[in-house]
C-alpha cells in the first residue's frame, strides 16, 4: 500500500487560497496557530528562525509545515514586511461549533510594505507611502499618486518625465509602487537600482463610488486614472472600510522650490550620507516637535519649500510671534507632549482595529485643544486665524468617550471591563450578577467549611466541568450523607455540586457570556460613532501638526539666535550677513563656529571660491544652500541678517561619491548631476559646485570647469558658488563680468598653516595641499620630496602662463572665440619626462632612489 500522501479536505483549501496569493506568505490559521506548508513553510523557517516540521511525515512526500501562535504573529509579520515581503492572513470566517464539515476561510488582509498599519519598524515621527503609476504613452507624461494608509493621506499629481518619477518616489521614501503593463524598462530599472521598490500588479477597474467620491477635487483624466488604480488595489487587499482616506488633493511639484534626489542627498536634508540616520541632518537639527504628527508634517516641509511670498510670510510671522510669547510657548509645549497620534488614531477607528486604550488616547488629545486654543488667542495678532478656525474640539466625541471607556480599559476588547459602569444599564446588570455571584460563592464556601468540619474545603472552577466543591479524599468521611452530588474523581481528591451551586453557575456563566457579547456590541457601537467625526479628527490633526511645526521653529530659532529674513520674490540680490552652517554649529558650538557672510549684488552671478582642503568650502557652499531651505519653509536662519531671493530650484554636486549600485564612477555622477543643473536650471535658481571636473586628467578637468563656469555665466545666469582648485580659473575674473574671485584664508607660520575658516575677497594663493598631507601624518621624506617637486613646478609655471597670455591677446585681436588655453604647448621629450613622473610610486621609493630620479628626469629635460 502507497503511503504517498493524499489531499485532505483542509489541503484542498490551504492550496485554493494560496493559489490566489502566490507572492505572498499565507499565514493560515488553525487553532491558536498561523500555519505555513511547502515553499512558505522553507521559506519562513529561514527568514523567521522558526522549526520546520512536516505533516504526514510517515508519507513518501510529506508537506513540509511550519507554524507561529497567533498571539505574537505581529512580530514575525514586522521582520517579513521590513525585508519587502507580502503577508497574507487567513482567517476563519465560520464558528467551528456551529460548523459541520470543513470551516471556510478567507484571507481577510493582505498585508505589504505599503499598506503597514501597525509595526514596530514603522517610525512614529514617519510616513509609509504606497504609490501608484500610470504612464500615457501619447503624451509621454506619468499619472503618479501616493497614500499613506494609517493617516489617510492621499495626493496625486501629473509628472512630466522619468527624473520626476524617481525625484518624488525618492522624497517619499516608497518601498512599494502598484503599477500595470505601462511602465517603461527604464524606469522601472532606476527605481529598482536606486530604491529597491517592491512592484504590485493592479488593473485598472471601473470607477466606483469610492472613487468617484476621493476623486471629487480631481478633474485631470491621467490623475483619475492613476488614484483609480490605487484604490483598486486597496480594496484588494485591504478587504475593508478605507472610510478614513482624505479627499485627494491634487499638486504640482512646480509649486515648491525643486531639490532632486541628488541635492537632497549631498545636503544630508533628512539621512546622513554617512550613517543613513536622521542624526547630524537639518531634519535633526529642526525636530523640536512634540507630536508624531508634527514630526512627519516637518519632514514634508523639508522636503517641499514654498516658492510663494505670501505664504512663506505667514508662516514667518506665526514664528514670530511665538518668539515673543515665550512663556504661551512654553505652555503650549506641554498641552502638545499630551497629544497622541490622531491622523493614526482616526486610521485605527476607520479600519476596526482600534481599543479601548486608544479612546482614552484620543480623549486625553482632545481635552487639550480648549487650552491650545485659549493660548493661541492670547497672543494672536491676526496671523493665526486660519488655524484658530480648525482648532475644534470635537466635545461630542470627548463626551462619549468619557461616559462610555473605563479609565483602566485593557488593550484587547476581548479581556471585558472595557466600558463604564453607568453607560447601560443591561450591562450593569450582567456585572452586578458576576460580582454577586462571587461573592455568593465565598459564602457559600466559608458555609461549607463551618458545616462540615472541612477546613481545606474550597470551591474551584474550570471550563470543562464549570464550578464545583473540591474536597481531598482524606475528608471524604466528614461530609454529610446525601449533602452532594458527585462530579468528578481525581487521584487525592473527589469533586461535587449540589443543586444551588448548578444555579448560581448558570447564572454566572450566563452573565459573563452575554456582557462579554454585549459589551463588545456596545464598543462597536461608541466606535462607529466616533467614525462620523473622522473628517473633523483630521482636519484637527492637521491644524495641530501645523502649530507643532511652527512652535519648533520658533524653539530652534530662539535657542540659536536666528534671524527672520527678508524673502525678495524675483529679487537678484541675496545678502547673509555673518552666516552660518546650522547643523555644523549645533555640533560645535556656538563659539568654536566661524561665520561667513554671502554677499551677490544684482549683477554677481557666480562666486568662484579657491582656497585650501580641509578649510570649509564645502561648508559655506552647504550653509547658503541649507539657508535658503530654511527661510523658504517659514524658518528663521542662522545670521546676523539676511536678504534673499526667493529660489525656484537647487542643484547640488558636493562632495565625491561613486554610484556602484548604477555602476556609475565619481566622474560619471559628477557629470551627470552637473547635466542636471545645467539644463533645468533658471535665473532664479541656485547652483552649488563643489571641485567640478576633479574626477578626470587635469587637462580635461580644468577645461569642463572652465567651460561650465563660462555656460552657467552666457546662458543659465542662476547664482553659483563654484568651489575650485584649479587657481588658473581665477583669471576668469578679467573677462566675465559676473564672477567674482572669494577664498577662504590661511596664514602661514614656520613652515605651518593654520586656517582661518574665513571667507575673503580675491583669489587664493596656493593650495596648501602639502600642508594638509602633513596633518595627515604621511611619511616626512615623502613630504620633503612633494615640496621639491612642487617647487619645480611652480618654478616653470610663469612662463607657461605669460604665453597663454600672449596668445589669448593675440586671439582677441582677431576676434577669434578660441578656448582659453591655459598652458604652453610641450615638448615631446618634455611629456615622456611628464609621463614618468606620474607613473611613479613615491611610497614605494627610498629617498636615495627618489633624489636618482630626480637627477634623471632633470638631465632628460
Known amino acids: ?236 487587499t485591504q478587504k475593508r472600510s478605507l472610510g478614513h482616506l482624505q479627499k485627494a488633493e491634487s499638486y504640482e511639484p512646480a509649486h515648491f522650490l525643486k531639490l532632486d534626489h541628488y541635492s537632497k542627498f549631498n545636503l544630508e536634508l533628512s539621512q546622513s550620507i554617512r550613517s543613513g540616520k536622521k542624526q547630524g541632518t537639518l531634519l ?89 486654543r485659549q493660548l493661541i488667542e492670547g497672543i494672536n495678532q491676526g496671523e493665526w486665524q486660519k488655524l484658530l478656525l480648525d482648532l475644534d474640539p470635537v466635545n461630542d466625541v470627548v463626551d462619549l468617550i468619557d461616559s462610555a471607556i473605563d479609565e483602566e480599559a485593557p488593550v484587547t476588547i476581548t479581556e471585558g471591563n472595557v466600558i463604564k459602569e453607568g453607560f447601560d444599564p443591561q450591562l450593569d446588570e450582567y456585572h452586578d450578577a458576576m460580582r454577586n455571584g462571587k461573592r455568593w460563592l465565598a459564602e457559600m464556601e466559608r458555609q461549607e467549611r463551618e458545616e462540615t468540619g472541612i477546613k481545606k474545603l474550597k470551591i474551584g472552577f474550570n471550563r470543562v466541568f464549570g464550578y464545583y466543591i473540591e474536597v481531598t479524599k482524606s475528608y471524604l468521611d466528614q461530609i454529610p450523607e446525601n449533602r452532594y452530588e458527585r462530579k468528578q474523581t481525581l487521584a487525592n481528591a473527589e469533586r461535587f455540586v449540589t443543586p444551588a451551586l448548578k444555579e448560581k453557575e448558570r447564572l454566572i456563566l450566563e452573565a459573563e457570556e452575554k456582557s462579554q457579547e454585549l459589551e463588545y456590541l456596545l464598543f462597536q457601537q461608541v466606535r462607529d460613532e466616533i467614525k462620523q467625526a473622522i473628517v473633523r479628527l483630521q482636519k484637527l490633526a492637521k491644524a495641530l501638526s501645523a502649530i507643532d511645526v511652527l512652535q ?117 555622477v559628477e557629470m551627470m548631476e552637473a547635466n542636471e543643473a545645467l539644463r533645468h536650471a533658471t535665473p532664479q535658481s541656485l547652483i552649488l559646485f563643489d571641485e567640478i571636473g576633479r574626477g578626470t586628467a587635469t587637462y580635461d578637468g580644468m577645461a569642463l570647469a572652465e567651460a561650465i563656469i563660462e555656460f552657467i555665466h552666457r546662458n543659465v545666469k542662476a547664482k553659483t558658488l563654484f568651489s575650485t582648485h584649479y587657481h588658473e580659473l581665477t583669471q576668469l575674473e578679467e573677462t566675465l563680468e559676473g564672477l567674482r574671485n572669494i577664498h577662504v584664508g590661511a596664514v602661514e607660520k614656520d613652515g605651518e598653516v593654520v586656517f582661518l575658516h574665513k571667507m575673503m575677497e580675491g583669489p587664493a594663493d596656493k593650495s596648501y595641499g602639502i600642508h594638509v598631507a602633513k596633518l595627515a601624518g604621511l611619511p616626512v621624506e615623502l613630504l620633503e620630496r612633494a615640496s621639491t617637486i612642487l617647487a619645480a613646478l611652480e618654478a616653470a609655471e610663469p612662463a607657461a602662463l605669460s604665453k597663454n597670455k600672449a596668445e589669448k591677446e593675440a586671439q582677441d585681436k582677431e576676434g577669434t572665440e578660441g578656448q582659453l588655453s591655459l598652458f604652453s604647448e610641450v615638448s615631446t621629450e618634455e611629456l615622456s619626462v611628464i609621463d614618468s613622473l606620474k607613473k611613479v610610486n613615491l611610497l614605494e621609493m627610498t629617498p636615495l632612489e627618489a633624489l636618482n630620479l630626480l637627477h634623471s628626469l632633470q638631465k632628460r629635460i
Not at 9 to 25: R, S, V
Not at 138 to 157: H, I, M, N, Q, W
Not at 322 to 336: H, N, P
Open 284 to 372: 535633526w537639527l529642526l525636530d523640536e516637535t512634540k507630536t508624531a504628527m508634527g514630526g512627519r508634517l516637518l519632514k514634508n516641509w523639508l522636503d517641499r519649500p514654498l516658492i510663494q511670498l505670501s505664504q512663506i510670510k505667514e508662516r514667518q510671522t506665526i514664528v514670530d510671534s511665538l518668539m515673543r510669547a515665550y512663556f504661551e510657548r512654553l505652555d503650549l509645549q506641554e498641552c502638545l507632549k499630551n497629544v497622541y497620534d490622531l491622523e493614526r488614531l482616526a486610521g485605527r477607528i476607520a479600519f476596526g482595529t482600534v481599543n479601548g486604550r486608544d479612546l482614552l488616547q484620543l480623549k486625553q488629545s482632545l481635552q487639550q485643544v480648549p487650552r491650545i
Open 552 to 668: 519648533s521653529f520658533a524653539a530652534v530659532s530662539e535657542k540659536y539666535q536666528y534671524v527672520r529674513p527678508e524673502m525678495i520674490p524675483q529679487g537678484k540680490e541675496l545678502v547673509l550677513i555673518e552666516g552660518r552652517h546650522p547643523v555644523v554649529e549645533k555640533v560645535l558650538g556656538h563659539q568654536q563656529y566661524v561665520p561667513n557672510s554671502v554677499t551677490m549684488k544684482k549683477d554677481t552671478t557666480i562666486l568662484l571660491i579657491t582656497g585650501p582642503n580641509m578649510s570649509g568650502k564645502s561648508t559655506y557652499m552647504r550653509q547658503l544652500a541649507l539657508t535658503v531651505i530654511m527661510a523658504q519653509i517659514g524658518c528663521f536662519v542662522p545670521a546676523q541678517s539676511a536678504k534673499m531671493p526667493i529660489f525656484d530650484q537647487i542643484f547640488t554636486r558636493i562632495g565625491a561619491s561613486d554610484d556602484l549600485i548604477s555602476g556609475q564612477s565619481t566622474f560619471m
Open 1 to 236: 500500500m502507497s503511503k504517498k500522501t493524499k489531499l485532505t479536505p483542509m489541503m484542498e483549501q490551504y492550496l485554493g487560497i494560496k493559489e490566489q496569493y502566490p507572492d505572498a506568505f499565507l499565514f493560515y490559521r488553525l487553532g491558536d496557530f498561523y500555519e505555513m506548508f511547502y515553499e512558505d513553510a522553507i521559506n519562513a523557517s529561514q527568514i523567521l528562525e522558526i522549526t520546520l516540521t512536516s505533516r504526514n511525515r510517515n508519507a513518501e512526500d510529506p508537506v513540509p509545515m511550519a507554524g507561529i501562535p497567533y498571539h505574537s504573529a505581529q512580530g514575525y509579520i514586522d521582520i517579513l514586511i521590513e525585508q519587502g515581503y507580502k503577508v497574507a492572513i487567513c482567517e476563519q470566517v465560520e464558528d467551528p461549533k456551529t460548523t459541520k464539515g470543513m470551516v471556510k476561510r478567507e484571507v481577510v488582509r493582505l498585508i505589504t510594505p505599503g499598506t503597514v498599519m501597525e509595526s514596530k519598524g514603522l517610525d512614529s515621527k514617519d510616513n509609509n507611502y504606497l504609490t501608484a503609476i500610470v504612464f500615457d504613452a501619447p503624451t509621454r507624461l506619468f499619472g503618479f499618486a501616493y497614500v499613506d494608509l494609517s493617516t489617510g493621506e492621499l495626493k496625486v499629481s501629473t509628472l512630466e518625465d522619468e527624473d520626476s518619477v524617481l525625484n518624488e518616489c525618492s522624497s517619499l521614501q516608497t518601498k512599494e509602487m502598484v503599477l500595470g503593463s505601462d511602465l517603461p524598462e527604464s524606469l522601472q530599472k532606476k527605481l529598482t537600482d536606486r530604491l529597491n521598490i517592491l512592484f504590485s500588479e493592479q488593473k485598472d477597474s471601473e470607477e466606483n463610488t469610492e472613487t468617484n467620491f476621493l476623486a471629487e477635487h480631481v478633474k485631470d483624466g491621467l490623475q483619475k486614472t492613476v488614484l483609480g488604480r490605487l484604490l483598486a488595489y486597496l480594496s484588494v
